[in-house]
């Protein structure tokens, strides 16, 4: 497949990143629809520091120089006691700073409306828009978790690490991520659209000062559910292509994963592209089957008992990548605590 000039519709992690692999090899161009002036890098900002140390560079940055901060320990909120998980390299880093240093080294246009590319010459363009999925056909079924998120401000920070707070039938949870100098990421997700009430009674609780307010949808379907991946000359990476765990929500590190797929697939064919991504990805399929039958109250513990295992095998197998200490009986725990519980608990 003979790729001279690329276009790439998203400049957040994952066109950014895509567009740092390709440039030197290949004519690329970001569209991004923010003003440059104003540009946000939204969601949360946590991640596993060498998981990201090996991605970062590969781009050319060293990534210990955006890190905010460096947890020891999660705390987990159950019903009647906090479990603490001893972390392995999770942290929060400057995602904004990050994204914007790789803008300084590309072709990039800003405030520019992106669905005018699917009839341009170039020879091949990425959908990196995320949730919006702009350029590429609609999902049949999609699913989705509500999300929103509050820089806050604390006078006296509540946690001096990461806390979470998982919601009844996991449908989604609250957390508080440090950054640096008293503020921190408060946000939550929740299937069943609740997650206002408990940022609001957090942030009260807490006297934290809301900055500034980011709400927006987050993909959990997984890439097998996200067909097509690519349609014509248009091709998807990260959440808009379903590159995003199902359970914990996290899509800065699957970005990149598809991201490096796709450069290192592309003289073979979008073909190749796409039987890479599903491979690479057929845990998220499966862990989000897990997840749907807990949403519909469909999930036995009898019957469904492998479903319970693939994920923590999963994510056991790869502490560093998900930055966390992965223990059998911490699981059941937090299963057992939350798909039997009636009522989410109050903020501690």
């Known amino acids: 497949m003979v790729i001279n000039r690329v276009a790439i519709a998203g400049g957040g992690v994952a066109g950014s990143y895509l567009a740092t692999l390709l440039d030197g090899h290949t004519d690329v161009t970001v569209f991004e629809r923010q003003k440059?002036?104003?540009?946000?890098?939204?969601?949360?900002?946590?991640?596993?520091?060498?998981?990201?140390?090996?991605?970062?560079?590969?781009?050319?940055?060293?990534?210990?120089?955006?890190?905010?901060?460096?947890?020891?320990?999660?705390?987990?909120?159950?019903?009647?006691?906090?479990?603490?998980?001893?972390?392995?390299?999770l942290c929060t880093f400057d995602k904004k700073r990050l994204i914007l240093d790789l803008h300084r080294r590309l072709k990039i246009v800003y405030d520019v409306d992106a669905?005018?590319?699917?009839?341009?010459?170039?020879?091949?363009?990425?959908?990196?828009?995320?949730?919006?999925?702009?350029?590429?056909?609609?999902?049949?079924?999609?699913?989705?978790?509500?999300?929103?998120?509050?820089?806050?401000r604390f006078r006296d920070p509540p946690f001096d690490d990461f806390y979470l707070k998982p919601f009844y039938?996991?449908?989604?949870?609250l957390w508080y991520f440090p950054l640096e100098k008293g503020y921190a990421h408060v946000g939550a997700g929740d299937y069943l659209n609740r997650q206002r009430p408990e940022l609001d009674a957090f942030t009260k609780k807490y006297g934290g000062e809301v900055v500034?307010?980011?709400?927006?949808?987050?993909?959990?379907?997984?890439?097998?559910?996200?067909?097509?991946?690519?349609?014509?000359?248009?091709?998807?990476?990260?959440?808009?292509?379903?590159?995003?765990?199902?359970?914990?929500?996290?899509?800065?590190?699957?970005?990149?994963?598809?991201?490096?797929?796709?450069?290192?697939?592309?003289?073979?064919?979008?073909?190749?592209?796409?039987?890479?991504?599903?491979?690479?990805?057929?845990?998220?399929?499966?862990?989000?089957?897990?997840?749907?039958?807990?949403?519909?109250?469909?999930?036995?513990?009898?019957?469904d008992f492998h479903l319970i295992l693939f994920p923590y095998l999963y994510m056991k197998r790869r502490e560093e990548r998900f930055g966390m200490e992965i223990l059998l009986r911490q699981w059941f725990k937090i299963l057992s605590s939350y798909m039997r519980a009636r009522h989410s608990p109050g903020v501690p």
């Open 212 to 303: 500034e307010i980011v709400g927006r949808p987050v993909r959990i379907a997984s890439p097998a559910q996200c067909e097509p991946i690519w349609s014509g000359k248009v091709v998807g990476v990260g959440e808009c292509i379903g590159a995003v765990h199902p359970v914990a929500g996290e899509g800065i590190i699957p970005a990149i994963e598809c991201a490096n797929i796709l450069s290192e697939t592309l003289e073979q064919g979008l073909e190749s592209y796409r039987r890479r991504v599903l491979r690479d990805f057929d845990a998220y399929y499966k862990t989000f089957m897990f997840l749907r039958k807990v949403h519909r109250g469909e999930f036995s513990f009898l019957r």
């Open 115 to 152: 669905r005018g590319l699917a009839q341009s010459e170039y020879d091949l363009i990425v959908d990196a828009t995320g949730f919006h999925r702009v350029l590429l056909p609609r999902i049949r079924r999609d699913y989705y978790i509500p999300t929103t998120e509050y820089l806050a």
């Open 36 to 89: 440059k002036e104003k540009f946000r890098a939204i969601c949360a900002w946590a991640t596993s520091k060498y998981e990201m140390r090996r991605h970062a560079s590969r781009a050319g940055l060293s990534f210990d120089e955006y890190i905010l901060h460096e947890g020891r320990e999660m705390l987990v909120q159950l019903p009647d006691e906090i479990m603490s998980i001893k972390l392995k390299g």
């Open 169 to 173: 039938k996991l449908a989604g949870y």
